[in-house]
């Protein structure tokens, strides 16, 4: 079965520190870049972190540029997000989704996780 | 605030035909980039619906379709089914950002 189990979230106080993990299978894990997307409590959708599909480029959104980062083992077919500095606003499901499209421009999200939650409180 | 601009929320009876805008600019639907479509039943994570502006991947229901023009795109669902109800979600690139965005989703109520 193709799917993609996200693993990792918790509590965490202000400034600590957590990492997520995402199990793919069913794909070719080494084919495809990845995604982390993330939903607060009852808000949209925002994306956070992207990775090519041989890890040698990544991509952050403002809001966790120099906190977290993206990477990948495609021996193990496995993402991760390392998360740190962690705010309450990083509070959210974070989902991970495997990218499809050929170029930047024309990416889009085509097999989501289930997500792991992620609680950033004191 | 969201690039990308989507009514918070529309309605229709069943049988019915609704349409979800999208507005974004320059930098992102205006500069070619392709504007894809989410759905996201209540507590389920999101389903591609549409992608590539116009495209639906396997198994989506002829009576979901997209659109692009200039800056703007929309979504159209045709005969409204009560398993529509759900929040919808636009994305595409934003080189100003050099990002991925989305927009602030839609509610769809179907009466």
């Known amino acids: 079965e193709v799917q993609l189990v996200e693993s990792g979230g918790g509590l965490v106080k202000p400034g600590g520190s957590l990492r997520l993990s995402c199990a793919a299978s069913?794909?070719?894990?080494?084919?495809?870049?990845m995604t982390w997307v993330r939903q607060a409590p009852g808000e949209g959708l925002e994306w956070v972190s992207s990775?090519?599909?041989?890890?040698?480029?990544?991509y952050y959104a403002d809001s966790v540029k120099g906190r977290f980062t993206i990477s990948r083992d495609n021996t193990k077919n496995s993402l991760y997000l390392q998360m740190n500095s962690l705010r309450a606003e990083d509070t959210a499901l974070y989902y991970c989704?495997?990218?499809?499209?050929?170029?930047?421009?024309?990416?889009?999200?085509?097999?989501w996780g289930r997500g792991t939650l992620v609680t950033v409180s004191s | 605030q969201s690039v990308l601009t989507q009514p918070p929320s529309v309605s229709g009876a069943p049988g019915q035909r609704v349409t979800i805008s999208c507005t974004g600019s320059?930098?992102?639907?205006?500069?070619?980039?392709?504007v894809n479509w989410y759905q996201q039943l209540p507590g389920t994570a999101p389903k591609l619906l549409i992608y590539?502006?116009?495209t639906r991947p396997s198994g989506v229901p002829d009576r979901f379709s997209g659109s692009k023009s200039g800056t703007s795109a929309s979504l159209a669902i045709t005969g409204l089914q009560a398993e529509d109800e759900a929040d919808y979600y636009c994305?595409?690139?934003?080189?100003?950002?050099?990002?991925?965005?989305f927009g602030g989703g839609t509610k769809l109520t179907v009466l």
């Open positions: 989704t495997r990218v499809a499209g050929e170029q930047q421009l024309y990416w889009y999200f085509d097999l």
């Open positions: 069913g794909f070719t894990f080494s084919y495809y870049s």
């Open positions: 990775i090519s599909s041989g890890g040698s480029h990544v």
């Open positions: 320059s930098s992102n639907i205006g500069a070619g980039s392709d």
């Open positions: 590539h502006s116009t």
């Open positions: 994305q595409s690139y934003d080189s100003s950002l050099s990002g991925w965005v």
